[in-house]
């Protein structure tokens, strides 16, 4: 065993991408809590919970930290959000 525990915190949202977009909102901003893993953040429907959906690029960037750009993003991976 690893050691390390999951939490499980369901949230209702109507479709995916919106599903995806609170969980990208709620990865960054509790990102101030150090053993927070934005990187490891998927969503699935409610019946079909063993299909995951990434919500962040899951690349680690130079120090460890993760890209905090959504999955599948065009361009170089960042620590800061593009306007």
């Known amino acids: 065993m690893s050691g390390r525990y999951v939490i499980h915190?369901?949230?209702?949202a109507a479709d995916l991408p919106a599903a995806q977009r609170?969980?990208?909102?709620?990865?960054r901003w509790i990102?101030?809590?150090?053993?927070?893993?934005?990187?490891?953040?998927?969503v699935s429907e409610?019946?079909?919970q063993c299909l995951h959906h990434r919500v962040f690029c899951d690349l680690?960037?130079?120090g460890g930290r993760r890209c905090i750009?959504?999955?599948g993003h065009d361009g170089e991976c960042t620590r800061r959000l593009r306007r």
């Open 31 to 42: 990102t101030v809590l150090p053993m927070m893993d934005p990187g490891e953040m998927t």
């Open 60 to 62: 680690r960037l130079s």
């Open 22 to 27: 609170l969980a990208r909102v709620v990865g």
């Open 9 to 12: 915190l369901p949230v209702v």
């Open 69 to 71: 750009l959504c999955d």
């Open 46 to 48: 409610e019946d079909e």
